[in-house]
């Protein structure tokens, strides 16, 4: 068990719909990382977040969105939601801001699946 | 052509056997990650590392700056072992984030 947190495991919606994924990070961590992971694009760093601000921005749409909140808890929004979409979520947690000391720590994934 | 290059894509051994993965990457980065993704879909950090090696239990990881390549090495491999294994680089300055290989999947037979 990492400490890291996600909610919910699972998600199936259909498409064109709005979703949330909520990560809490380990304890003490202040940054938090999310990650897509898809069978065609493998995992891609989506957006980092550390105390509050965002930190560093990847691969990510312009119909996600993200934000952590003053008790750390991220989360990512994801709408008007494609079928190509689906895939697994990923949020991790470190101590700071992804220094070379700075082991990432993963939650277990919310697995999205758009119909 | 992929920034973080693994191989091979596919590895099966006997157990007991020693592992080798290669990880290659054609930017600059200044660490590297190893990750080891469950069965099941859950991701654990193996080692981060800049320069030299790094060893937990069977688990060995090196890694050179100049020609840009690192391995994770798994002596006297088991079944448990078998897992989908990835490297990510680590980019420098102070966008880090990380971009990640394609993946190793393991299989270890008893």
């Known amino acids: 068990d990492s400490g890291v947190t996600q909610t919910p495991k699972h998600l199936i919606t259909a498409t064109g719909q709005r979703v949330t994924l909520r990560c809490s990070p380990r304890?003490?961590?202040?940054?938090v990382y999310w990650y897509q992971q898809s069978l065609d694009q493998g995992l891609q760093f989506l957006i980092q977040?550390?105390?509050?601000?965002?930190?560093a921005k990847g691969n990510i749409l312009e119909r996600f969105s993200a934000q952590q909140f003053p008790d750390l808890h991220s989360e990512l929004n994801l709408s008007s939601l494609e079928l190509g979409d689906s895939a697994l979520y990923f949020c991790?947690?470190?101590?700071?801001?992804?220094?070379?000391?700075?082991?990432?720590?993963f939650g277990p994934g919310t697995r999205l699946t758009v119909l | 052509k992929n920034e973080v290059e693994q191989s091979p894509q596919n590895l099966t051994a006997q157990e007991g056997e020693f592992i080798t993965i290669n990880c290659s990457y054609s930017?600059?980065?200044?660490?590297l990650h190893w990750l080891q993704q469950h069965p099941g879909g859950g991701i654990v950090s193996l080692f981060m590392?800049?320069?030299g090696k790094k060893k937990h239990g069977r688990l060995i990881a090196t890694i050179n700056i100049q020609e840009k390549h690192s391995s994770l090495h798994i002596t006297a491999s088991h079944p448990r072992d078998s897992a989908v294994y990835i490297c990510?680089?680590?980019?420098?300055?102070?966008?880090?984030?990380?971009?990640f290989g394609s993946g190793t999947q393991l299989t270890v037979l008893p």
């Open positions: 991790a947690s470190s101590v700071g801001v992804a220094g070379v000391a700075d082991t990432q720590y």
């Open positions: 304890s003490g961590d202040l940054s």
């Open positions: 977040y550390y105390n509050g601000e965002e930190r």
């Open positions: 930017v600059g980065i200044s660490a």
């Open positions: 590392l800049s320069s």
């Open positions: 990510a680089g680590l980019s420098p300055g102070s966008a880090r984030q990380l971009t």
